[in-house]
């Protein structure tokens, strides 16, 4: 298949957990205002079928490293967005899915697209928040039913950070990356959407009531309630209902942050401290330093005396506290 070769594009490859759909749902929205100011946010790649997902997530997805051949589905959306780009030839094309964060899909992507210039913007949260927000985007979306032991053992073998971002100063011979870094006090993670349209100079009329989370990470123990509705075989329904109405009582649940417990959140920091501090170096702004500020580690025998290792124990215990929480409001 021969690769679109056009002037500009600006990738954003997320990553996961940094607001990117909030991102995307605006820039999905503001497509014909894009339009207008140069910029062309195709339509081809962007999954058509269910959920709100707005990014181009069905043409990252289609990026098979372990396939012999292009799949006819990926075929069609490369050629739909060369008939888009051919379209409006002279407009920066702005391609954005966390589902690109990966050295692999990146080195199948610019086998398809040569632009002559790319500007990646990449936002990078830290490794132990992005496990732990994760964890629960498995349980309420994917329904799986791990405990979190298992899934945080699979999941740190992908937050490789300093991989994905060689492979993002590769994509083309004049690469330019604008690495942001997504944590506490940071203007990206107060309004993910206004640092984008200002780091990336697109001139759109920003508003902070487009900057929403439609459902924001859930704490520890409904997190693992949940997971455990997932093992009791919950119906989508019936677990929709539950889903929905833990976040309405949010303001009456328990507050501890994290599944992970404290020497788990320590010991990641410690794996990856020396790939992010490489990453300081090359990418951000020279310092032989921590990429992240200290974490706010939980106190590791409140931690233990509401969430802890028990997770059994934890989620019939919340069970109990719904319970008589249903008790008072009736």
């Known amino acids: ?64 490293p372990a396939a012999a051949e292009p799949s006819a589905e990926l075929r069609d959306m490369v050629e739909g967005m060369r008939a888009e780009i051919a379209a409006a030839p002279d407009h920066v094309v702005l ?4 589902e690109f964060f990966g050295a692999h899909r990146i080195g199948l992507l610019k086998q398809y697209l040569r632009p002559q210039h790319c500007h990646i913007y990449v936002s990078l949260r830290p490794q132990p928040e992005v496990m732990n927000a994760n964890y629960y ?12 032991a298992v899934y945080f053992d699979w999941a740190i073998n992908r937050l490789r ?21 997504f944590e506490k006090g940071s ?30 990470t859930l704490p520890a123990q409904p997190t693992l309630f949940l997971r455990w509705l997932n093992e009791l075989g919950f119906d989508q329904a019936s677990f929709f209902d539950v889903f929905q109405s833990l976040h309405k009582m949010r303001a009456k649940l328990p507050r501890d942050t994290y ?15 020396a ?19 200290p974490p706010d580690l939980p106190d590791p025998e409140q931690w233990e005396n509401s969430v802890g290792e028990d ?3 934890v989620e019939r215990a919340f069970f109990k506290r719904l319970c008589v929480l249903a008790g008072h409001e009736k």
């Open 161 to 181: 950070y300093r991989e994905n971002m060689e492979a993002f100063a590769g994509f083309c011979d004049d690469t330019t990356i604008s690495l942001r870094i």
């Open 137 to 148: 985007t498995q349980v309420t979306h994917n329904r799986i039913k791990h405990p979190p």
């Open 259 to 273: 599944t992970m417990s404290p020497a788990r959140i320590a010991a990641v920091i410690e794996t990856f401290d």
């Open 311 to 313: 997770y059994t124990k």
């Open 187 to 216: 203007a990206v993670r107060s309004s993910p959407i206004e640092d984008f349209l200002s780091v990336m100079q697109i001139p759109l009329e920003y508003d902070a009531k487009d900057n929403t989370v439609e459902h924001p």
């Open 275 to 293: 790939d992010n501090r490489e990453i300081r170096r090359r990418y951000l702004d020279g310092e032989d330093a921590p990429l992240f500020s």
């Open 95 to 98: 391609l954005s899915s966390e």
């Open 1 to 64: 298949m021969e690769p679109i070769h056009f002037n500009r594009l600006i990738l954003h490859p997320g990553s996961p957990k940094t607001g990117t759909s909030g991102l995307q749902n605006f820039l999905f929205r503001k497509r014909a205002e894009l339009l207008e100011h140069g910029y062309l946010y195709p339509l081809s790649g962007i999954p058509t079928e269910g959920g709100t997902a707005r990014g181009h997530h069905a043409l990252a997805l289609h990026l098979d």
